[in-house]
């Protein structure tokens, strides 16, 4: 029997019960033969650093971090990536071998590789992107696509202050419509992005009046349940190239994995499948 170490991994939330990465993990590990785990933790706030700072002392490599820690998490770590801090959350966790915690976002890069997987053709530099939302998730969301080269961002929040505070932030590139507005400013986006909770199961539906969606436009939705949500049908029967939010979820899990178990997995129907 070997002596090595096996590698432990996992998933920091509070609740934690519905996420649905150990199963994404499990897969991978599995398909790409590591001895190694993932493993759901429910933790409350007050706990989060505690728990940081044991966990490497128990054979853990690394973890992701979700509701409600992702904020608080940069304040934890002691090494945080120039993505994190402007994004102001973190997903990521890496222990480092000289004990040291170090944490990164990868929803952006999720979000932007889910999009180059399933709308190949999407050039970023085509024209104007339109967010709806301005949460966490937009942050993420609008720091990929500054990066990406989009040139313009349009951005509708039903609650303005918030957007307009994103654009403060975030800067020019940046420009803020009232909520009332989305239908219209949709006939100038070549990228369209819901990052409301809008659409998903529990929430009302988004109701955004969808015919100015321009056809070709690459339009994602960052919920993911239910899969096919208004946004995406309406898209993709108006001749857009429609990107559901699953690919973004199973994206922004492979640089941790690769981090903590030294494997590259593989994006693939498969993986979607053992999500399903
Ligand atoms: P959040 O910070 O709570 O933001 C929620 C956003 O939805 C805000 O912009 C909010 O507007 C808007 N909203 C909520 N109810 C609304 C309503 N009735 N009418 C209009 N706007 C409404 O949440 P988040 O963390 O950004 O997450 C947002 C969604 O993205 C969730 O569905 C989440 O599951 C999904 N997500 C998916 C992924 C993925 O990997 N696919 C990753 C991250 C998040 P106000 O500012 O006016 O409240």
């Known amino acids: 029997m070997s002596t ?23 897969h991978w590990l599995r398909v790409l033969s590591i001895r190694g785990h993932y493993v759901p933790m429910d933790v409350a706030p007050a706990d989060l650093e505690t728990v940081l700072r044991t966990l490497p002392k128990a054979g853990f490599v690394g973890a992701n971090v979700t509701i409600p820690h992702k904020e608080r998490l940069l304040e934890i770590a002691d090494l945080v990536t120039d993505r994190a801090a402007l994004i102001g959350a ?15 976002n990868t929803d952006g890069y999720g979000f932007i590789e889910n999009i180059r997987q399933n709308a190949p ?18 942050r993420a969301v609008i720091v990929a696509l500054r990066e990406a080269g989009v040139p313009e961002i349009v951005l ?21 419509e009232d909520w009332v507005q989305a239908g219209n400013v949709l006939e ?18 988004l109701r955004v009046p969808l015919d100015g969606l321009r056809p070709g ?19 993709a029967e108006m001749g857009c190239v429609p990107v559901d939010g699953l690919g973004m979820l199973i994206h922004q899990a492979v640089p941790g994995f690769e981090r903590w178990f030294g494997m590259r997995p593989v994006v693939d129907a498969a993986t979607r499948e053992a999500l399903s």
Request: glycine content about 8%.
């Open 4 to 26: 090595q170490a096996v590698p432990l991994a996992g998933v920091i939330g509070h609740p934690v019960a519905h996420s649905k990465s150990p199963r994404l993990h499990a």
């Open 217 to 235: 436009a690459v339009v994602s939705d960052l919920v993911y349940a239910p899969l096919q949500t208004r946004l995406l049908r309406v898209a």
């Open 90 to 104: 973190a997903n990521t966790v890496i222990f480092r071998a000289d004990g040291k915690i170090h944490a990164d």
């Open 188 to 205: 100038e986006a070549a990228t369209v992005v819901n990052t409301t909770s809008l659409g998903m199961v529990g929430h009302p539906e």
């Open 121 to 138: 053709e999407w050039q970023a530099a085509t024209g104007p992107a339109v967010v709806l939302g301005a949460g966490g998730a937009a």
């Open 156 to 176: 509708c929040n039903r609650t303005r202050a918030r957007a307009d505070r994103l654009k403060q932030e975030f800067g020019t590139r940046i420009r803020v």
